[in-house]
């Protein structure tokens, strides 16, 4: 089941991406995140979206979230997407089930361009996007360094607003 995130929610949160921080350069965190400081991201999500992915039991096993791409005034219909998953609930379409749903929640909220920022290789982050409509549109290389190498960050972007409609500004 998709839902927005709750509050209650962070802890969960945490520890699915403590994950990626601690064992893969996915995430580019060397620490990982606190429940606090995930409570203060998520408070100050004004426009963008937060949402979670739960079992049967109503345990979180996913999230994706929206963010800010840049700070900048100009930037403010463009959003930047983070998809996370507990190790063991990859592969069963939960992470197609998020994107489609943010991506609705955003394309909803008058945004214009979504934006994905994958650390590389990731094949199944790329493909991910890729079948959600998302196009490459560039690679900075060795931008992060983790785990003793450099790594690059590939970015893939997909248009919410159909081509001729302009969105007002938020």
Not at 87 to 106: S, W, Y
């Amino acid at each position: 089941m998709l839902r927005d995130a709750t509050a209650a929610d962070l802890p969960a949160i945490a520890a699915i991406t403590a994950y990626y921080v601690e064992h893969t350069a996915i995430h580019f965190g060397y620490q990982p995140p606190t429940v606090a400081e995930l409570a203060a991201a998520w408070a100050a999500r004004d426009r963008h979206a937060w949402l979670v992915a739960t079992a049967a039991d109503g345990a979180v096993i996913g999230y994706a979230k929206s963010d800010r791409f840049r700070a900048r005034a100009a930037y403010d219909r463009s959003a930047e997407l983070g998809v996370y998953l507990a190790p063991d609930h990859t592969g069963r379409g939960v992470g197609r089930q998020l994107i489609a749903a943010l991506i609705a929640r955003l394309a909803a909220a008058d945004f214009h361009l979504a934006i994905a920022g994958i650390a590389l290789p990731n094949p199944a982050s790329v493909a991910l996007f890729e079948r959600a409509g998302f196009t490459p549109v560039g690679v900075f290389r060795e931008v992060g360094w983790k785990f003793d190498a450099w790594h690059d960050v590939g970015f893939w972007q997909r248009r919410l607003a159909p081509a001729d409609r302009d969105t007002p500004a938020p």
